[in-house]
């Protein structure tokens, strides 16, 4: 059984910052791509920003310049690192990973997620 537990949500004012991290656990051989994704009320899921084992990165256009995505040194880690936060960052933060089995099968999976409220 493999699990994703987020931390790191909470609320802030605009132009703060606040860091999300995610650690994934269970039997895991590794991991390819570590992300988040958001989803704000009324709106579809979204990707804010990935980050390969290899160390390519990902970011959506909204949050280039002022999210950073990092991987632990284990790579079962991830954590998105949110300056100058604004109001419509607002919304339900996923962390999600696509893991790799001893089988060499592949599955996605996602945390509970964690709410982010950036006030005006």
């Known amino acids: 059984q493999v699990q994703l537990v987020e931390s790191g949500g909470g609320l802030v004012q605009a132009g703060g910052s606040l860091r999300l991290s995610c650690v994934a656990s269970?039997?895991?051989?590794?991991?390819?791509?570590m992300g988040w994704y958001r989803q704000a009320p009324g709106k579809q899921r979204e990707l804010v920003a990935t980050?390969?084992?290899?160390?390519?990165?990902d970011y959506a256009a909204s949050v280039k310049g002022r999210f950073t995505i990092s991987r632990g040194n284990a790579k079962n880690t991830v954590s998105l690192q949110m300056n100058s936060l604004k109001p419509e960052d607002t919304a339900v933060y996923f962390c999600?990973?696509?893991?790799?089995?001893?089988?060499?099968?592949?599955?996605?999976?996602w945390g509970q997620g964690t709410q982010v409220t950036v006030s005006s």
């Open positions: 999600a990973a696509q893991v790799v089995f001893t089988s060499l099968a592949l599955r996605d999976y």
């Open positions: 269970g039997s895991i051989f590794s991991i390819n791509d």
């Open positions: 980050k390969t084992s290899g160390g390519s990165t």
